[in-house]
C-alpha cells in the first residue's frame, strides 16, 4: 500500500533535472522552428494542356512571381544599364577562358612548317579523278596536320588542276605534279611523273 502512495505521489524531494528533462522531451509548437526553405513548386499542367518542359515551367513561375514594382527609367537608363550588364558578363567570361587557358598547359606546336629555301618549286603527290579536258588533268590531294592546339590531327583534301601536255595520265593514277608559272585561270601546276596507274 506504501508503494502504491509512492507512485501516485510524486516525492517533493524528487531532483530538479528530472523535470527539465521531461521538458525538453516535450514537443515544442511548430511556430518556434524555423521552417526549411522550398523551392517554389512548379505550377502543374491545367487539364488538357500539354505537360511543360522544366524550362517553361521556370519561365511561367517567373512570370507570376510578384514584387516590388521598380521605378519607371527612361530609354537611355535602360540601355546603359544593359551595357554594364554586359560589361560585368564580358568579364566574367574572359576570366574563365583565361582560366581553362592556362588550366590547359603549354599548348601544342602542331605539325612543324616544312622547311623551304627561296626559289624552289613546291611538289605535290595526289590523286587523278578527272582526266576528260584536253592537256589538264584534276588532282586531289590529301593533307594531314596536327592541329597547333588541341594536338589532334585533322585531315582535309584540296583539289588542283595540273598540265599534262601528252594526256598521259588517266583517271585513278596517282601523279606528281609541280608548282608553274599560271597556264590558264585556274593551271598553276604541271604533271612530272605518274608514281602508279589505276588498275
Known sequence: MAAEENKQAPDAGQPVEDE???QAAEPRPAAEEPAPEQPAPTPAPEEGEE??????????????????????RSAAERAAERAE???ALGGIRRGRRA????SRGEPGRGTPAAE???GTRKVRQGTVISAKPDKTITV??????????YEKVVRRS???HAHDERNDANEGDIV???????LSKTKRWRLVEILERAR
Open 20 to 22: 527539465q528533462a521531461e
Open 51 to 72: 505537360p511543360l518542359t522544366p524550362k517553361e515551367a521556370r519561365k511561367r513561375a517567373r512570370s507570376r512571381a510578384s514584387g516590388p514594382a521598380r521605378p519607371p
Open 85 to 87: 550588364r554586359r560589361r
Open 99 to 102: 582560366g581553362a587557358r592556362s
Open 116 to 118: 623551304r629555301r627561296p
Open 140 to 149: 586531289q590531294i590529301e593533307i594531314a596536320r596536327r592541329h597547333p592546339v
Open 158 to 160: 584540296a583539289t588542283l
Open 176 to 182: 606528281r605534279v609541280v608548282e608553274s608559272r599560271p
